[in-house]
């Protein structure tokens, strides 16, 4: 990689003099391309008891689901990061290459089924009386998680973050739970 300034850049240091930058001694860039972009994801939302919420679209069955948001400008592939309800194994479940956009949301099904072909199932499902559940970038830093664990819950209530305040919060099934927030 090579790095050009344009003649006439006005680039200075931060010193009361506002010494020119000319590119010489004492000047340094680093660029690092494994370096995880910023990124804004969370949990927003699971439900561990699910009754008669979303159904599994490859048989039907209504299972427990996990809902991340990406609240940040860039979209995120999520190759690479994980799921865990083990606070000790943080590379519980692996994500495959899927794309959140800018402000878009991804759901995830939280099976605890191992078969490979069966896409975005993690190897774990969620446990109603409480567990710890996180999320975990490639590089092994927790970006979102409910520790020490998320309160029990309860037949076809979701549990959630608020994207904006990040409190947690109660939501209803079914309907628009963003519109039927409770405490």
Not at 63 to 70: G, K, L, Q, T
Request: glycine fraction near 10%; proline fraction near 6%; charge should be negative.
């Amino acid at each position: 990689m090579q790095i050009a300034w344009a003649p006439n850049h006005g680039i200075t240091d931060s010193s009361p003099s506002r010494n020119p930058f000319d590119g010489s001694s004492g000047w340094t860039y680093n660029f690092n391309p494994n370096v995880t972009r910023s990124t804004q994801l969370i949990i927003s939302e699971f439900m561990a008891d699910n009754g008669s919420g979303i159904k599994d679209p490859l048989d039907g069955k209504r299972v427990d689901w996990i809902e991340i948001y990406n609240g940040g400008n860039l979209e995120v592939n999520m190759a690479g990061w994980h799921l865990t309800d083990d606070a000790t194994n943080l590379t519980k479940w692996t994500f495959p290459a899927v794309v959140i956009p800018s402000h878009g949301f991804l759901l995830v099904y939280a099976t605890g089924d191992n078969e490979p072909t069966r896409y975005l199932h993690t190897n774990f499902k969620l446990d109603t009386a409480g567990e710890y559940l996180g999320l975990v970038d490639p590089d092994g830093h927790i970006s979102s998680e409910f520790s020490p664990t998320f309160p029990a819950q309860s037949t076809d209530v979701s549990y959630g973050r608020d994207a904006v305040r990040f409190e947690h919060r109660w939501l209803l099934c079914g309907g628009d739970a963003r519109q039927t927030e409770f405490d």
